[in-house]
């Protein structure tokens, strides 16, 4: 079990660019996958991406890719998501999740996309883009 603190959220104009951090507690962080989710008011959480424990692959849902990037800096143990040209529908509160990895061989993307699949999460960050 990690435990998780998500900060960067702000207000931002569209167009413009944010990066968020997920710090996670304990000495295991390489050992699992990381996820960003995100909720926007009355719908449900959906996936944005995630990250293998060793940062080689990473997934996203098809609405950000090209312009969301994350990472993860094990020895920090940190995971990122740079969120660039951003629209008013990016706005959410954004969650970050960990899940125990396969360390030979991932997951498939479908796995990494589930929520269900994650057992631990931040207290999430909120996210506003202005039009």
């Known amino acids: 079990q990690v435990q998780l603190v998500e900060s960067g959220g702000g207000l931002v104009q569209a167009g413009g660019s944010l990066r968020l951090s997920c710090t996670a507690s304990?000495?295991?962080?390489?050992?699992?996958?990381m996820a960003w989710f995100r909720q926007a008011p009355g719908k449900e959480r959906e996936f944005v991406g995630a990250?293998?424990?060793?940062?080689?692959?990473?997934y996203y849902t098809d609405s950000v890719k090209g312009r969301f990037t994350i990472s993860r800096d094990n020895a920090k143990n940190t995971v990122y998501l740079q969120m660039g040209s951003l629209k008013p529908e990016d706005t959410a509160v954004y969650y970050c999740?960990?899940?125990?990895?396969?360390?030979?061989?991932?997951?498939?993307?479908?796995?990494?996309?589930?929520?269900?699949?994650?057992?631990?999460w931040g207290q999430g960050t909120q996210v506003t883009i202005s039009s």
């Open positions: 990250i293998t424990w060793s940062g080689i692959r990473t």
């Open positions: 999740a960990a899940t125990l990895d396969r360390k030979l061989l991932p997951y498939s993307d479908t796995y990494y996309s589930n929520s269900l699949n994650y057992a631990d």
């Open positions: 304990g000495r295991t962080f390489s050992s699992y996958a």
